[in-house]
């Protein structure tokens, strides 16, 4: 083989290069490939060749599935990158038409093993498009598949349930938008399996996915929370450290979910310890991950900042998310230098195929963020636009929210009145009840009072006390800080023009309560603008 591969070499046939790892590594034409294949298809070997190829990037994968977590996983991550033609290639075979039974096993086993890899060093979603295709196949829970029970039958049972548990594990990385409902019919059945066969290991880490599922729906966060501490209690059975602490990360969610904070923190501080005892770096990232992002819910500028940067050194999505909260973390306390390093590195890091795009929108929600501090209004109006077409949109309500008032904001200022009501209408109609731990209300409430206070001085008072009332000033400064002073200027004056009295506001003023206000006011302007038209 040696001289083979080195006579080729010799002819220009191979162009020779030394891998990552120091290993050499071989490039072929691809006039000189398509050549070599037609030869091979000629000789009846084309087949058995792409097999043996297939069978070979799934040893790779599921041998280095575990190193992947450990200490210097990054480095077998990048080991692995460096296959990403011969990897799509090879699941390309293997989820040809019509589906051969023993290759769709391989494919499956290989993106199951794969998954640290797609959301640690590469893109999630080219995972779950992956997984997709090989399900289409061989699952009658997939709609608009073209398999069977029997073509089910000729995978082995596992290697379908593990698939099945992993079609919501990739897509229950960071950033990824809401659920498909035959999610959970396939969750179901995968946990059926296991508990069959008394597989403890494989039902904890079904039940965490099927958590992980329940989690993405607000109205299901207690029996997310009671899944997802099933899922430990099977995972804690079968000496899974890194799954017990997964699942204590989203049974914290689904506190969040429903205002219990203290709990949500006392569950990340304990998914926190047990994963970093594991010694997993996936499961160590993806607590601290949540920590931090549950640290910045709670306005905890520093801490957050300080957690993220240790998550930071995880790689792909976990790092991406890193530099958002500490670009963020920047723009809220007012360090506007260190938030532009931060986005900078972010975008570097994008464009270099090091960094997951999956989350390009929050990177486009703080520079837009950024771009309306400093006054460049229209690159901060296309930044937003661009979010609120994006898939982050659609699954966090809260960067729409900010999103909408930024883009208010920046027409009121430009004197389009209409549309900047038209924008604060749909931003507080998204959270009804203020319920979400991370909303904007405040500033909501506050452009609402500015627009208000040019008709109506008493009402736009009123609402202005309520903006203060919610959060307090503080609560949305120094990012907010030009909005907060110009907006007490114009609500001043206006109070001292029309003989305003500071109205009182209760001390247990409620989110809904000042929600109803301010929509009731927006619909009022629009009702007299009309009668004045």
């Not at 996983?73 to 989820?95: I, K, T, Y």
């Not at 992993?166 to 990824?176: W, Y």
């Not at 604060?424 to 208000?452: C, F, H, Y």
Request: aromatic share 6%; charged share 20%; hydrophobic share 45%.
């Amino acid at each position: 083989v040696l001289s083979g591969v080195a006579g080729l070499s010799d002819r220009s046939l191979l162009h020779h290069s030394e891998g990552i790892d120091g290993e050499p590594r071989f490039r072929m034409l691809e006039t000189i490939r398509d050549h070599a294949v037609g030869m091979a298809r000629e000789a009846g070997m084309e087949d058995a060749l792409r097999d043996r190829h297939l069978q070979w990037i799934t040893d790779l994968f599921t041998g280095t599935e575990e190193d992947s977590r450990r200490a210097g996983g990054l480095a077998v991550m990048d080991r692995l990158h460096a296959e990403l033609g011969n990897l799509r290639r090879a699941l390309a075979w293997a989820s040809g038409v019509p589906a051969d039974g023993a290759r769709v096993t391989l494919g499956l086993r290989t993106c199951v093993a794969g998954a640290a890899y797609w959301r640690m060093r590469h893109n999630n979603a080219e995972g779950i498009v992956a997984l997709d295709r090989l399900l289409l196949l061989v699952d009658p829970l997939m709609p608009g598949g073209t398999a069977t029970a029997l073509t089910l039958a000729s995978i082995p049972a596992d290697v379908v349930a593990f698939a099945r548990t992993q079609a919501m594990g990739l897509r229950g990385a960071p950033g990824t938008t809401t659920q498909p409902a035959w999610i959970h019919p396939m969750l179901d059945g995968a946990i059926a399996h296991f508990r069959a066969v008394g597989d403890r290991r494989g039902e904890g880490r079904a039940l965490m996915q099927l958590a992980s599922y329940l989690g993405y729906f607000r109205d299901h966060a207690p029996e997310s929370r009671e899944t997802a501490l099933a899922a430990a209690l099977a995972a804690t059975g079968a000496g899974d450290t890194p799954t017990v602490a997964f699942a204590h990360c989203l049974a914290a969610r689904a506190d969040l979910r429903e205002g219990k904070d203290v709990d949500a923190g006392a569950r990340l501080v304990l998914a926190v310890e047990l994963a970093e005892a594991s010694g997993d770096t996936w499961a160590t990232a993806n607590s601290q991950m949540y920590f931090a992002h549950y640290l910045y819910c709670r306005r905890q500028w520093a801490a957050s900042a300080t957690w993220a940067a240790r998550h930071e050194p995880a790689g792909g999505a976990f790092t991406t998310l890193a530099l958002v909260i500490r670009a963020d973390v920047g723009i809220h306390t007012g360090d506007f230098p260190t938030a532009r390093a931060f986005l900078t590195r972010l975008s570097v890091g994008i464009a270099s195929g090091h960094l997951s795009l999956t989350h390009a929108p929050l990177h486009k929600h703080v520079q837009g963020q950024l771009a309306r501090i400093e006054g460049r209004m229209e690159d901060a109006s296309a930044c937003f636009r661009e979010v609120l077409t994006s898939n982050l949109a659609a699954k966090e309500l809260v960067w729409t929210q900010s999103c909408l008032v930024g883009l208010a904001w920046i027409d009121h200022l430009a004197g389009m009145a209409a549309p900047a009501r038209a924008l604060l209408a749909r931003a507080l109609s998204l959270d009804p009840d203020g319920s979400s731990l991370i909303s904007p209300l405040p500033a909501v409430v506050a452009a609402v009072a500015e627009l208000v206070v040019a008709t109506d001085a008493g009402r736009g008072s009123l609402i202005w006390e309520m903006a203060s009332r919610l959060g307090d000033r503080a609560r949305y400064m120094p990012m907010y800080a030009q909005d907060v002073a110009r907006i007490t200027e114009v609500v001043d004056r206006a109070r001292e023009e029309h003989g305003t009295p500071v109205p009182s506001v209760p001390a247990n003023l409620t989110a809904a309560d000042a929600i109803a206000e301010c929509l009731e006011a927006l619909a009022s302007m629009d009702a007299t603008l009309e009668v004045i038209t």
